[in-house]
């Protein structure tokens, strides 16, 4: 059995980037906070909480006085830094740069709505931790879309500017896209620049992946698929794993692998999410080599 780990999955550059700055932190405390999980698995989440990494929740937040907080790289809305400001906290912050200049895109394309009596819309998961931190630059007023039902919310006889979250698949991008373009042509007959402006705000990190994975899948017999169960990203690219090799699994760690799943002679590659870590990825190629040299060893 041939075993290999996806050179392209594991960390994106922001998740990365975030997890170096709070061990780099925690050699010199003994406790950092960390406002939500830093990286949406468990047994990374896990391996920091065992180092001093202590994950609280924004109501926590308003409690703390005189100490460290590190902000993950989905970043935080405004209010949050004014809470750091009247409590004396010191922020750590590890916001993605990619984020980060979505969130000033935003606000000014907020500023410029409401100069229009228009409406920002954002293309993600309401409650995700980067969907906060960009409805917190519009003052709470963009409308967050996931499925065809929620776009009831968009008046479309006003303008309309569309963004993304980060995260998400191209492709639902730029069929939402279509949609909205739809409903607009529908109410007001025609559509121009003043009455919708769609702006594909994906990080090309994360959607590159897409395409990555599905030649990946393409040449192996099995797909192990590792990710946290919380993982919105994870989800989405073990979907795109299936749609090409019906033989791909969804596991947290190795303990939820099952030995039925191979044969001696397969080829089987081993993959994750942008909240991946690389040496769990690796753990659990050991433990399906170490299942290879049991049979072996019963043959």
Known sequence: ????????????????????MAEDEMKESRKLYCLGDIVHNDMEVERLSNK??????RDELAQLHDCKVLIRAHGEPPETYRTAIENNIELIDASCPVVLKLQHRVKAAFDKMEKQDGQIVIYGKKGHAEVIGLTGQTLEKAIVVMEDKDLEQVDFSRPVTLFSQT??????????KEKIEARIKE????LNEVDFSANDSICRQVSNREPQLQRFSEENDVIIFVSGKKSSNGKALYQVCKGV???SYFIENEREIDSAWFEADDRVGICGATSTPMWLMEQVRDYILSLEIKQTTVG
Do not use: H, P, W
């Open 1 to 20: 059995m041939d075993v290999t780990i996806d050179k392209n999955s594991g960390y994106c550059f922001g998740v990365e980037y975030a997890i170096q």
């Open 52 to 57: 001093g990494l202590v994950v609280i929740g």
């Open 167 to 176: 995260t998400k698949s191209t492709k639902g991008f730029y069929s939402l």
């Open 187 to 190: 109410k007001r007959g025609v």
């Open 245 to 247: 090799n019906s033989k």
